[in-house]
């Protein structure tokens, strides 16, 4: 069984910066794929950045370019999600996303969700 535990969420002043931790623990082979999501009540889930281990390619929504920081650290099976700039709009639930190498497979996995609320 893998778990995924977000952390780093809060409440900051428009133009600030958080850092949000996922930490994955279980059978874990390696983490292929990690990613943050986001929404807002009323609003399908979105996605804000995925970094992928193979080649390191990292993808970003248009909106966080520039301001969002996607990272990983493979010894400790952590991702973190750099947010610098914060505006209003990015008040959301966050969660983290991994696609996980387990003893038999691959796996998709989610955190419970962490929220991050910016004041204007």
Do not use: H
Not at 44 to 56: F, P, Q, W, Y
Not at 100 to 107: A, E, F, N, R, T
Request: charged share 15%; aromatic share 10%.
């Amino acid at each position: 069984q893998v778990q995924l535990v977000e952390s780093g969420g809060g409440l900051v002043q428009a133009g600030g910066s958080l850092r949000l931790s996922c930490a994955a623990s279980g059978n874990i082979f390696g983490i292929n794929r990690i990613g943050w999501y986001r929404q807002t009540p009323g609003k399908r889930r979105e996605l804000v950045a995925t970094n992928s281990r193979i080649g390191g390619v990292t993808n970003y929504a248009g909106p966080v370019k520039g301001r969002f920081t996607i990272s990983r650290d493979n010894a400790k099976n952590t991702g973190y999600l750099q947010m610098n700039s914060l505006k209003a709009e990015d008040t959301a639930v966050y969660y983290c996303y991994a696609r996980v190498s387990v003893g038999i497979g691959v796996g998709d996995y989610w955190g419970q969700g962490t929220q991050v609320t910016i004041s204007s």
